[in-house]
């Protein structure tokens, strides 16, 4: 009877996942194919044969408005946006949750309840005056505009993960280091990071995969030049011709899609770990 329920258990999870899947396995056959063939074939039928055209075409040549250079400089936008703004964003947020948990100070825990306010704040609250403090200090229309942009509305929930994390560090640790005459940041960097590893990845995962693909910051605060990915992918999804080439939208929504997925596929296990090595604290 126990070996019936495990086989009904994991066919109904792999059906469960095969339906989950079903948009992806689309999206990447029709990618395979030429225009001809999705039009004469089934979505759910797979290429008769392997072609890579349109995926060459949605990242070198396909027009995204006026421009058609591909999804590359968007893709490069990206790339130079989310490392600093992923780095920056978890080391203050590492630093805070270090303060707020082992060098408390009056009116610590108001301020860690008022930075909270960040994670719950609708987005669409602060596009004026981030727009506007983005002009006043010359950074609008650029690339790091973007990065300031997203350490900002990064730091609430990155300085919440540290917290909860740290809280489960025994205060015994920094006591015998500062009965050893370490300062604070000699504490942070020697002791307290090296014990971090669980929530750096949760961290880094959880800020890489809110600004890749992020689109509202992205569409608002880039300029010409410093558009990210999601914004070429609209740009190239809604720019009119006439025939409509679902092969190379596919292949560009894919392209858009691979670091996440890469992300998740490498680090996903060490991810669930992170999130419950701090899940009953604080």
């Known amino acids: 009877m126990q070996r019936l329920h495990r086989v009904i258990l994991f066919g109904l999870l792999g ?41 060459a075409k949605a990242w070198g040549s396909a027009c995204t408005g006026m421009s058609c250079g591909g999804l590359q ?31 408390k100070f009056r009116g610590s825990e108001l301020l860690f309840a ?20 983005l002009g006043w200090v010359g950074l609008s229309d650029s690339i790091w505009g973007l990065v300031c942009v997203h350490v900002l509305m990064g730091l609430a929930s990155t300085t919440l993960f540290f917290r909860n994390y ?28 090296p014990l971090s590893t669980p929530i750096l990845v949760v961290t880094v995962i959880w800020q890489f995969t809110n600004i890749w ?15 990210p990915i999601t914004v070429g992918l609209n740009n190239l999804a809604n720019t009119s011709s006439s025939v409509k080439e679902y092969n190379v939208d596919m292949a560009a929504a894919l392209i858009a899609a691979l670091p996440t ?12 770990r992170g999130l419950t090595a701090g899940a009953v604290k604080g």
């Open 15 to 55: 059906l469960f996942a095969a339906f989950f899947l079903l948009p992806f396995y689309v999206m990447l056959v029709t990618s395979l194919k030429d225009m001809e063939e999705i039009r004469n074939g089934s979505l759910l039928s797979l290429p008769g044969m392997l072609r890579l055209d349109s995926w």
């Open 73 to 103: 400089p968007y893709f490069v936008n990206s790339l130079m946006m989310i490392v600093p703004a992923v780095a920056v964003s978890t080391v203050l947020g590492a630093l805070n949750g270090y303060i707020f948990t082992k060098w």
């Open 114 to 133: 008022l930075m909270l306010f960040g994670v719950f704040m609708p987005l669409q609250v602060v596009l004026l005056p981030m727009s506007q403090v």
């Open 166 to 193: 740290y809280l489960s560090l025994p205060d015994e640790l920094i006591k015998a280091a500062m009965l050893d005459g370490a300062g604070f940041f000699r504490i942070f960097w020697r002791i307290v990071l």
């Open 213 to 227: 693909n992020d689109f509202l910051f992205g569409v608002v605060f880039s300029g010409a030049d410093s558009k």
């Open 261 to 272: 997925l890469a992300v998740y596929v490498l680090a996903g296990k060490y991810f669930v």
